[in-house]
């Protein structure tokens, strides 16, 4: 088992017993155990070249799938562990090899953010669209409860008009007009209206003095008999 968060990995262990040997090997003294020695170091750095290839291919892939997933913040941390597994053996590894893990591993880094910022973006204006269209329909709704109230308070007013409740029929109007002030229609029936109750309320007054002339005429008549 490996620890990605780190270079340690079982495979130390086995560089490990390399390097005991090559101290075995060093006791021994001369030409040879010289070469051994090398021989043993050589093993171990390819070794932790071996491993540190392992992780970064094995990272790539997770943070691929993560990142098909939209899983950017996991897809971000594979890289990471990598990295920082390629930054613990670097002068195991080499300036060549170094480099060309890096130069992976920040391409594939910047393409994730890339493809996060793309999302975030096109999240952010389907949110704007959506609340775009939900403005719409919440202004279209109000025009047509408008239209509808309108239409209702004129509809009342006819209504009141043909069972000659004028006052009422008034108040519908009025009502009408302060919610459309330039409602032609409504105007010119509540005008018409208007005239129809000052109308009425002429004729009212002039029976009510006929009437009281004819009471007068007729209280004198009655009294001119009495006498």
Not at 37 to 44: A, C, G, R, S
Not at 133 to 157: C, F, V, Y
Not at 167 to 193: C, F, V, Y
Not at 213 to 227: A, P
Request: hydrophobic letters at 30%; charged letters at 35%; aromatic letters at 4%.
């Amino acid at each position: 088992q490996c620890d990605w968060s780190s270079d340690v990995c079982s495979s130390d262990l086995e560089t490990q017993n390399l390097s005991a040997g090559a101290t075995e090997i060093q006791s021994d003294g001369g030409d040879s155990r010289e070469q051994s020695y090398i021989d043993v170091v050589n093993q171990k750095r390819r070794i932790q070249q071996s491993f540190t290839k392992a992780i970064v291919n094995d990272a790539i892939t997770k943070a691929g799938e993560f990142s098909d997933k939209n899983k950017f913040a996991e897809a971000k941390d594979e890289i990471a562990r990598a990295t920082n597994v390629v930054n613990n053996n670097k002068l195991l590894l080499g300036d060549t090899a170094y480099r060309d893990y890096t130069d992976k591993l920040d391409e594939l880094r910047k393409e994730i953010v890339d493809k996060q910022t793309v999302q975030a973006q096109a999240k952010a204006e389907q949110r704007r669209i959506e609340a775009e269209q939900t403005q719409k329909r919440i202004i279209e709704q109000q025009r047509l409860d408008r239209e509808k109230r309108i239409k209702d308070l004129m509809n009342n007013a006819l209504e009141y008009q043909d069972q000659q409740r004028y006052s009422e029929a008034l108040g519908q109007l009025e009502t009408l007009l302060a919610i459309d002030p330039t409602n032609h229609n409504a105007a010119i029936t509540k005008r018409a209206l208007e005239d129809t109750i000052n109308l009425r309320r002429q004729i009212e007054t002039k029976r009510q003095s006929e009437q009281q002339e004819i009471d007068i005429f007729r209280s004198e008549e009655h009294t001119s008999e009495l006498q």
